[in-house]
Structures are given as structure tokens and as C-alpha cells.
């Protein structure tokens, strides 16, 4: 039997909870942060159900730190009745395990306690999965509160129970691997395989004995029978990444496959029946491809039954702290780094940068920084050139030397200061700002200002 310890400050909850669990585990009861510490440190739970919102003057996510800092391995999970996409991103960010909004249902909560525990069956991991999406949740492995990444949120929860085809769409690096993962999970499929194949990274000639299988002396090599790939995932999912890298020829089977869910091995000509659900995606513009010739339309159309596209970061520039947050935590403990914060003007670099390799480029430059960071602090010297965070005043033509007349009235002198600097480092208002010690916001209200006032001087 684990050891649960449940905070909630509302008794008749408290009980229930108790009376929930009471039958399978061993569960200590706290109704506020103090007493709550006190459990933890008299017996040591294997996880932590707790509320946000709490009596006194510490809550849910103080209680949540608190357990991090002594023992990081304990799986936490939040609940409340307030709560947020933005209360779910910093509870994730600061460790949480999973985040439950009230009212609770009990199934899908004794589907996320004994999936947290290792003890769940899939059935109801994925009952767990679906609730959390139809309340609007983040799913597994995304940090996000933007508008455009909760749009894919909720067609997920809308499209995941069912057996539809998706295609998925958008920049290498926003996260595609990750919505089919949800999709497979929160759906009828979850106790069935989830099987991965990225087309790009298999020569042609592989390619179709992958998908398909082969029989014993289909070509040379072939010395015995072997199963493909959707043959592997009957009776689950199959995600096939980089569908805009299959040749013509392996897309006509394809298109058999998604007609009559049939396959037939390389060298064989007997077909059977795969039960799959199939889920493509691809950076590539399929529209243009059809147009060039190089995908078939049939197949596309068939694709894209139902279409998901990840927006680039560029366009969840807001979600860019919590996401530099989560990979902080995640590779200082990965790497045994003392690092602890991101200086307020290296999070203005990387919150101001447009990312054209998206999440995972924002995720390895904030590995490096962790690595790279002298002490506990991410600082802007240890950020890659081209955030703009390296530049400096000595760096600037003629030594950076700006002659302002005496007498000059302050807000004239800031000006020439300013536009000078601006036009020192070509037009780049991120190094400028980085120079001059301001915020890039406020370089911006102050050029509109300087034009505005330019304006109304010429009128």
C-alpha cells in the first residue's frame, strides 16, 4: 500500500478524499500548509494530493516548492477550484506532476493517482487524459497559456476518442511529436501500441519494407519474413513524421492502406487487415507539393481529414518565460547545475528573439546556458550571439562617443543618446536596448514618442 498525503482545507472534501483512497492506501489527512509539513516530515508520502488554495498566509504552490526542495522525486498533484491555464503553467513549471481543477471526478482521479503511482491501467490513464484535455489542461510535455497553442489544446480534446485521421502541420521544432502523443493517449487506442516512423530518416529503398513489411527473398537481404510497421501498430496508433518525404510510388500503398486498411507485405501478394488509427505530419506545404506533382491529392485528402496546425513560438512569444523556466529546472537537475534563475535582461533576449527553430531551439540554447553559466544566474554573456546579448558600448563605432552640446535640456539629450546608439548597432532595438540598460518595450514608447513629437513639429 503507498502512503498518500491529502491537504485540503474544506472537511467534508478532506473526508471524502480520505474515504476515496482510505480503502487502497495507507493516507494522512492536513488541512493546512503547517500541518501538512508535519506529515511529510513524520512519514514520508509516495505522493502528494494537494489543494492551491489554502488557509493562512502560504498556499498549494508554496506547499509544492517546499516538497521539491527536499524531495524532488515525490510526484505532487495540484487541485483546485480556481484554477487556470496560467495557475497550471506555474504549477507545472515549479514541478507539480499534474494539475486537477474541481470539481474532481473520481474516476478520472483514481486514474491519475494510480497512473502516477505505477499502478494504473491504461484504460484509465487514458479516461484521466481525456478529462484533463476537456477541461482545458495542458497536456503531458507542453507548457503553454497562448491563445493560438489552447486552440490545438482543445481540438485535441475534441478529436483525440476518436478514430479520425489527423494530420498535423508546422516549422520543425513547435512540437508535432508531442499532439500526437496526446492524441494517442487520450484516446479509445491507448492500451495498443503507439508506433513512431519518421520518413525522412529512412532511405526509399527501406522505406516501404518498413511500412509494410517484406516476405523471405523480396530482394536481396530479405532472408526471413518480417512485420512492418503498421502491422506493429494493430489495434493502436501509427504517426507517421515527415509524410511529405514519401515517394510517389510508397504513396500509392499508402493511399491503399488509408481506403481499405490493408496492407500487403514487399513481395507478397496476399493482403490483411490492419485495424490502425493513422496520424501524419509534416513542415513541408503539402498544398504546393500536390501542385508540383510530388503528393498525390488523393492522398493528402485523405490526410487531412482533420488538421492541426502548431503555430510557431514566434506566435507564443507569452509562453516563452514559462517555457525558458521548465528547461532551466529540467537540465540543471539533469546536469547537477547550481543554477537557480535567468537574469531579468538574458529572459528579455530570449523573450524577444523569434526563434526560427521554435521549442527546440529555445530548449537546447537554454541547455547550453545551464552548462555554460558561471554560478547560479543565466546570464546574457553566455547566450548565443545572435539573441543580440553580446554586444556592448566599446563594441560601437568610434568608441561609442556621442557629443551632446552643454546646456542641451535632459529629454533632448536622452534622445540623441538613444537614436544615436540605434543607429550605431544598424537598426537592431534589441542591442540597443541591451546597451542603453532599458527594456525593449520601453525603447519602443519612447521611439514612438521621438515621432509623434517629429510629427507634430512638422505639421
Given at each position: 500500500?503507498?502512503?498518500?498525503?491529502?491537504?485540503?482545507?474544506?472537511?467534508?472534501?478532506?473526508?471524502?478524499?480520505?474515504?476515496?483512497?482510505?480503502?487502497?492506501?495507507?493516507?494522512?489527512?492536513?488541512?493546512d500548509v503547517d500541518e501538512a509539513m508535519a506529515h511529510f516530515e513524520a512519514a514520508r508520502p509516495d505522493l502528494v494530493l494537494t489543494d492551491v488554495v489554502l488557509p493562512g498566509e502560504r498556499d498549494g504552490l508554496?506547499?509544492?516548492?517546499?516538497?521539491?526542495?527536499?524531495?524532488?522525486?515525490?510526484?505532487?498533484?495540484?487541485?483546485?477550484a480556481y484554477g487556470s491555464i496560467q495557475k497550471a503553467v506555474r504549477a507545472m513549471t515549479d514541478g507539480a506532476h499534474d494539475?486537477?481543477?474541481?470539481?474532481?471526478?473520481?474516476?478520472?482521479?483514481?486514474?491519475?493517482?494510480n497512473s502516477t503511482l505505477g499502478r494504473g491501467e491504461p484504460s484509465l490513464e487514458a479516461d484521466a487524459m481525456r478529462a484533463r484535455l476537456a477541461t482545458g489542461a495542458v497536456p503531458p510535455g507542453f507548457v503553454g497559456s497562448a491563445p493560438a497553442i489552447l486552440d490545438v489544446f482543445r481540438t485535441v480534446a475534441k478529436v483525440?476518442?476518436?478514430?479520425?485521421?489527423?494530420?498535423?502541420?508546422?516549422?520543425?521544432?513547435?512540437?508535432?511529436?508531442?499532439?500526437?502523443?496526446?492524441?494517442?493517449?487520450?484516446?479509445?487506442?491507448?492500451?495498443?501500441?503507439?508506433?513512431?516512423?519518421?520518413?525522412?530518416?529512412?532511405?526509399?529503398?527501406?522505406?516501404?519494407?518498413?511500412?509494410?513489411?517484406?516476405?523471405?527473398?523480396?530482394?536481396?537481404?530479405?532472408?526471413?519474413?518480417?512485420p512492418g510497421r503498421f502491422e506493429a501498430a494493430d489495434g493502436g496508433t501509427i504517426f507517421l513524421d515527415?509524410?511529405?518525404?514519401?515517394?510517389?510510388?510508397?504513396?500509392?500503398?499508402?493511399?491503399?492502406?488509408?481506403?481499405?486498411?490493408?496492407?500487403?507485405?514487399?513481395?507478397?501478394?496476399?493482403?490483411?487487415?490492419?485495424?490502425?488509427?493513422?496520424?501524419?505530419?509534416?513542415?513541408?506545404?503539402?498544398?504546393?507539393?500536390?501542385?508540383?506533382?510530388?503528393?498525390?491529392?488523393d492522398v493528402y485528402f485523405r490526410l487531412k481529414v482533420i488538421t492541426i496546425r502548431m503555430p510557431p513560438l514566434r506566435e507564443r512569444r507569452r509562453d516563452i518565460p514559462a517555457l525558458v523556466e521548465h528547461f532551466r529546472r529540467l537540465y540543471a537537475e539533469r546536469h547537477q547545475r547550481p543554477v537557480q534563475t535567468v537574469s531579468p535582461a538574458a529572459l528579455a533576449l530570449l523573450t524577444e528573439y523569434d526563434w526560427p527553430g521554435n521549442v527546440r531551439e529555445l530548449e537546447n540554447t537554454?541547455?547550453?546556458?545551464?552548462?555554460?553559466?558561471?554560478?547560479?544566474?543565466?546570464?546574457?554573456?553566455?547566450?548565443?550571439?545572435?539573441?543580440?546579448?553580446?554586444?556592448?558600448?566599446?563594441?560601437?563605432?568610434?568608441?561609442?562617443?556621442?557629443?551632446?552640446?552643454?546646456?542641451?535640456?535632459?529629454?533632448?539629450?536622452?534622445?540623441?543618446?538613444?537614436?544615436d546608439t540605434l543607429l550605431r548597432c544598424d537598426g537592431n532595438k534589441t542591442a540597443a536596448a541591451r546597451i542603453l540598460g532599458i527594456g525593449l518595450r520601453t525603447l519602443y514608447r519612447k521611439l514612438e514618442q521621438y515621432e509623434a513629437d517629429s510629427g507634430a513639429a512638422n505639421s
Open positions: 500500500m503507498a502512503r498518500l498525503l491529502i491537504v485540503e482545507d474544506e472537511q467534508n472534501a478532506r473526508e471524502a478524499l480520505g474515504d476515496v483512497f482510505g480503502t487502497q492506501h495507507v493516507v494522512d489527512l492536513a488541512s508554496d506547499f509544492l516548492r517546499w516538497v521539491k526542495a527536499r524531495s524532488p522525486a515525490t510526484p505532487v498533484i495540484i487541485m483546485t494539475f486537477l481543477e474541481k470539481p474532481l471526478e473520481v474516476g478520472s482521479l483514481r486514474g491519475v493517482v483525440a476518442p476518436t478514430n479520425a485521421t489527423v494530420l498535423i502541420l508546422g516549422q520543425s521544432g513547435t512540437g508535432k511529436e508531442l499532439v500526437a502523443d496526446a492524441l494517442h493517449r487520450a484516446s479509445q487506442r491507448a492500451t495498443g501500441p503507439f508506433v513512431k516512423v519518421n520518413c525522412a530518416a529512412l532511405p526509399e529503398g527501406l522505406l516501404e519494407s518498413e511500412l509494410f513489411g517484406h516476405v523471405k527473398g523480396a530482394f536481396t537481404g530479405a532472408l526471413k519474413d518480417r515527415e509524410i511529405g518525404e514519401v515517394p510517389l510510388h510508397t504513396q500509392v500503398k499508402l493511399l491503399r492502406v488509408l481506403q481499405t486498411r490493408e496492407i500487403e507485405r514487399v513481395g507478397d501478394n496476399r493482403s490483411q487487415r490492419v485495424d490502425v488509427r493513422l496520424i501524419a505530419a509534416t513542415n513541408a506545404d503539402l498544398d504546393e507539393a500536390v501542385r508540383k506533382g510530388t503528393f498525390r491529392d537554454v541547455e547550453a546556458a545551464v552548462v555554460l553559466a558561471e554560478g547560479e544566474e543565466i546570464t546574457v554573456d553566455v547566450l548565443p550571439t545572435e539573441l543580440g546579448g553580446h554586444q556592448r558600448v566599446e563594441d560601437l563605432p568610434d568608441d561609442g562617443v556621442i557629443a551632446i552640446r552643454a546646456g542641451t535640456s535632459l529629454p533632448d539629450a536622452e534622445r540623441a543618446i538613444i537614436e
